[in-house]
């Protein structure tokens, strides 16, 4: 049995094809770009556009300064709704993949590329997820929902008092997160 292997240039790069089996190559370049006026980052794969600077805090044209703000969960949609309206551009809360896409394994404490985004707090950042991964039934069984005091009935009032949020101290994304509790707030829009 003889193997045709054929490397073509696509539209996402290198691909190599065996047969119908298409795998295409790591995309090349950098992952993220620094916009002109130096006060966001662009995801240049997943078309984000973030804020340098966490809310409260300033890009002076060199680095971040100030205090930065905490925000319970209903704030933190109030102050993105603020912005989004001042601005005329369309911030948010990020979700929980899209802030642990800002999570770099190199760095430590803060787990985030102190360049990219410098004075980055290491403490939990708020997040607009409701619910992470594929979800799923109640599990009695979960020693988890037992020592919490979750019950079928009790699970959509446990979820409406909770948030998400990642901790950018190590990476960690949790979302039993009372939403009255005060944190930091990164804000995020898609690219145009």
């Given at each position: 049995?003889?193997?045709?292997?054929?490397?073509?240039?696509?539209?996402?790069?290198?691909?190599?094809?065996?047969?119908?089996?298409?795998?295409?190559?790591?995309?090349?370049?950098?992952?993220?770009?620094?916009?002109?006026?130096?006060?966001?980052?662009?995801?240049?794969?997943?078309?984000?556009?973030?804020?340098?600077?966490?809310?409260?805090?300033?890009?002076?044209?060199?680095?971040?300064?100030?205090?930065?703000?905490?925000?319970?969960?209903?704030?933190?949609?109030?102050?993105?709704?603020?912005?989004?309206?001042?601005?005329?551009?369309?911030?948010?809360?990020?979700?929980?993949?899209?802030?642990?896409?800002?999570?770099?394994?190199?760095?430590?404490?803060?787990?985030?590329?102190?360049?990219?985004?410098?004075?980055?707090?290491?403490?939990?950042?708020?997040?607009?997820?409701?619910?992470?991964?594929?979800g799923g039934a109640f599990n009695p069984y979960n020693y988890g929902n037992i020592a919490q005091g979750?019950?079928?009935?009790?699970?959509?009032?446990?979820?409406?008092?909770?948030?998400?949020?990642?901790?950018?101290?190590?990476?960690?994304?949790?979302?039993?997160?009372?939403?009255?509790?005060?944190?930091?707030?990164?804000?995020?829009?898609?690219?145009?």
């Amino acid at each position: 049995m003889t193997r045709r292997f054929l490397w073509r240039e696509g539209l996402c790069g290198l691909v190599w094809m065996a047969g119908a089996l298409a795998v295409a190559a790591p995309p090349t370049g950098p992952r993220f770009r620094v916009s002109d006026s130096g006060d966001e980052v662009v995801d240049v794969q997943a078309k984000l556009v973030w804020r340098r600077c966490v809310e409260g805090m300033s890009w002076t044209g060199a680095t971040c300064e100030g205090v930065p703000e905490l925000f319970d969960h209903s704030q933190a949609q109030a102050h993105a709704t603020r912005v989004f309206r001042s601005s005329q551009l369309p911030w948010r809360l990020p979700h929980v993949p899209e802030l642990k896409r800002l999570i770099d394994a190199r760095y430590r404490y803060p787990a985030v590329d102190p360049e990219l985004f410098p004075h980055t707090p290491p403490q939990w950042h708020w997040s607009a997820s409701v619910s992470v991964g594929a979800g799923g039934a109640f599990n009695p069984y979960n020693y988890g929902n037992i020592a919490q005091g979750r019950t079928p009935s009790s699970v959509n009032q446990v979820a409406f008092l909770h948030g998400w949020a990642v901790d950018f101290a190590n990476g960690e994304s949790k979302g039993e997160i009372l939403k009255r509790t005060p944190m930091v707030l990164r804000l995020v829009r898609v690219a145009r």
